[in-house]
């Protein structure tokens, strides 16, 4: 499912859950990129991947209000949920939910909630939820700048980090780490990209462990489960973190 018009609406008022493109209602195909998307109360459940190839806003109604979903379970390792794809996109007051299926033991540690893909700098995030069930990872940022999440929340399991990648001029502010890990932490610096930005009035309340154990509860060498892993003061730029 690909999001590629400036403005849509959503409406969940039918009841349940709202399933596939045909629910996507293009409000005004021409709209400027200051125009947002409208997310009502509900829980949407896309199958396949959404794409966002437009910069855009989109607004729901609230954490654990507005539910986004993907159909089934994380079958291979790189699946995603949502994958952006242009830059400047904001999402606001909703929860990324993962995948409807709980996942089996084949699948455990599978898929990313939201992934950055090259072109998207600029990516938004505030007062969002990010709920994993023994998925990979919450958000891959990889190396993608001017990247930004305040005022959300981070829940559920993780087999690796809730925030995998650096960027310069990153803003990590006023978010709530709630989320428990197999391995890894809630920000992981990969890649030694070039890093700058800041870092504050983060809650850090995460743990270990995971609820599907096949493969343990946690990586039995303890590496990576801290607040903040992998950071390299080589990479950080004449902006300063």
């Known amino acids: 499912m690909s ?36 997310v009502a109360a509900g829980t949407f459940v896309h199958s396949g991947q959404m794409d966002i190839n437009k910069s855009v806003t ?35 007051s909703l929860t ?37 069930d023994d998925i990979r990872v919450a958000i891959y940022l990889g190396q993608r700048n001017d990247f930004t999440v305040t005022d959300s929340r ?10 995998r990648g650096a960027g310069e001029h990153m803003l990590i502010s006023g978010n709530s780490f709630e989320e428990s ?23 850090f309340a995460n743990r270990v462990g995971v609820n599907n154990q096949v493969y343990g509860n946690f990586k039995e060498d303890g590496t990576g489960l801290y607040a903040i892993t992998n950071y390299q003061p080589d990479k950080i730029t004449a902006d300063g973190l």
């Open 3 to 38: 999001l590629n018009v400036e403005e849509v609406e959503l409406n969940a008022d039918i009841g349940g859950s709202v399933t596939g493109t045909a629910n996507l209602v293009a409000v005004n195909s021409g709209a400027s990129i200051q125009d947002g998307v409208n």
């Open 181 to 203: 890990h197999y391995w890894y932490s809630p920000i992981y610096f990969e890649y030694g990209a070039p890093t700058s930005g800041e870092i504050s009035f983060n809650y």
């Open 154 to 163: 981070f829940t559920g399991t993780y087999f690796r980090a809730a925030i």
């Open 96 to 132: 990324f939910g993962g995948w409807t299926e709980t996942p089996t033991n084949a699948n455990v540690g599978n898929g990313y909630l939201v992934w950055l893909n090259t072109p998207a700098d600029g990516a938004t995030f505030d007062d969002v939820r990010f709920d994993g």
């Open 58 to 92: 989109i607004v729901g109604a609230g954490q654990d209000l507005t539910i986004i979903k993907r159909l089934g379970q994380q079958s291979r390792t790189e699946l995603r949920t949502v994958q952006i794809n242009a830059p400047d996109v904001t999402f606001q």
